[in-house]
């Protein structure tokens, strides 16, 4: 009897549009082996079950319960190589996605996995930090702030203990690429922590991870198991230890700060800056806090070289970055492209255009905090100078697409509802400030507020960029002000007729 | 003793007491943190009741009364938003308002939540464990009947 070995995502999304559904049916017949994946990422096309042919793999997609009868005999399906959402992609942080099952070591290794650790720990610290300088390799999180520095002024501190931490509070609306990486790729995550803690000499590692992501923390909980019981987290003679933390809803602990209050187990409240984390962070020691992707993208920077990384991308943006496509689009999904495509281009030629029946009205990018653009301003670069110049963001690659049915002041509510949410109270710029631009459009949305108000608004604004202790406050504005910039007549139709 | 009042309260704390994990667990175990025992946490960690009631009422995933048999979470994230996901809220607080009379009332509590990353297959609620995405409207009584 011949097995059919047959290829299903695990991923929380995967999941969502229906794996689970099909695992099942899949658990009868005794000629099926079913290995259950990380995603590719071409969210729109799951749940999608893959095979081995003589040419690589061969996908069933949006496939339901009927359709398994073509899968199980092998009738139809499309080459993995055809689908062109996957092969005009550069796949270096999620080049193995959609192939290997996320726990399993061995598969990691034979794809190169560890190589970068390898490398890290022939050469000296210093030589590490000179490597990611010559990467250029900036962090991914949002504040795009270059690695190699962090690591230095981390290095150089004198302290009896020092801490890596990963960012796993992947709290910005619209983007689910750290959780794709944890669900699928953990040891890639571990072996980013590992190189950290040996380049700073750091003897413990938290993963701090919000408590929306239950799968996540289990696979990365089991990965570090499995890495401990491979004796894979001995470095430098001694056992390094990870741990996961769980958060607890609060959206300002992705702020590295904030985190670490978190982490030492009280409220999220930023801490003013300087001192910086690499100098005095956790517990006042020295410490590292990165985001979930920059560590992931450690390991292929030390394997194949500075250089090489730095070869990719635009100027001021090197290497790949990873886009998380959302919203009223027809290919929804996870695109890691080298920095430089504009934004039409990705939405483009990977979104696919807009859903059925609907029209482009805004696209926001970078999350929550991020401005908007409307369709007539779609041609601008990915990468972190021009966005800066636009006072947009990049944050962290999420990309969210409104259609011509939303009502931008009630988008722009729901944005600064939002913040005065979330809000530390740590500073009153961001704690005032949120609840009395949320007011303002409130009243807008209510039909009592005069042209006045609109300037409050702005003037508000204006308050909370130059003046907010952290990015929450400080970032805040932007979407509102950007909705009150392109859809002015939306605003000003809701104002109340001066008699 | 004036040195200890005037002591930040960080450098009071050992690593080892660290009140947001303790509600977590407490919380994992019970389903919730009753108000009742604050002072028997703060002792035990040796911090004030205030600092374990500042954590307490910080995070927004603690509580401090029993949730229903299931937690019902929309997602309300931008993603979440552009396809629409108020009007899915709208047809769950519906649907739990018509079965509310019944005498397993207390069987959903309906919370939203800012984005749990299923943002490609959006919209998503999470029903305890289990997130569903590419939720329709329509599709929400057969959704919750399942867990009733």
Redesign the interface.
Known sequence: MTIARLYLSND??S???GADRLAKLLEEPTDVQLVRTSSR?A??L?PMIERDAPSGRVAWTNITEADLEHVLAGQGGVSIDSIPYLTRQTRVTFANFGITEPLALDEYQSRGGFKGLEAALAMAPEAIIQELKVSRLRGRGGAAFPVWSKWEAARQTDADQKYVVVNAD???????C??MVMEGDPFRLIEGILICAHAIGAAKGYIYCR????AAARVMRAAIQKADEAELLELDGRTFSIEV???????VCGEETALLE?L?????IVRAKPPYPAVSGL?QRPTIVSNVLTFATLPSVLARGGAWYASLGTEGSRGTIAL?????VKQ???VEVPFGMTLRQVLEEFGGGMAEGAKCKAV?VG??LGSLFPESKLDIPICYDAFANAGAILGHG?I????D??DMVD?AR?FMA?TS??SCGKCTPCRIGSVRSRELLELIQRGGAQASDLALLADLGDTMKATSLCALGGRAPYPVMTAMEHFAKEFSSKLMRQS | MPHELIKP??LA?P?E????????AIQASDGYVPLETLPDIAARLGVTEA?VA??LT?????RTTPPGRHVVRVC?????????CPAVLHAIEAYVRLKSGEKDGNTFTIEK??????????P?VVVD?D????VQPLEVPALLERYR
């Not at chain 2, 309300?76 to 629409?84: D, I, K, L, R, V």
């Open positions: 929380t999304s999941k969502a549009a990422g969210f729109y799951e992947e709290g910005d609306a619209g983007t689910y750290d959780r408590q929306e992501y239950p933390v769980l958060g607890a809803g609060s959206y978190s030492e187990g009280r409220r999220g517990y998380q496509i959302g919203g009223r929804p999904g996870l926001q999350g929550p999420g969210v697409v409104y259609d049915s939303t988008l729901h939002f949410d979330e | 309260s960080r704390l690593p007491a660290n009140i947001l994990r303790t509600l977590i600092d500042g954590v910080y995070y927004p995933d603690l309300m994230g931008e993603s979440c938003m552009a396809n629409h939540v800012y984005c749990v990353g299923n943002c490609a297959v959006s998503t464990q997130v569903h995405g590419r």
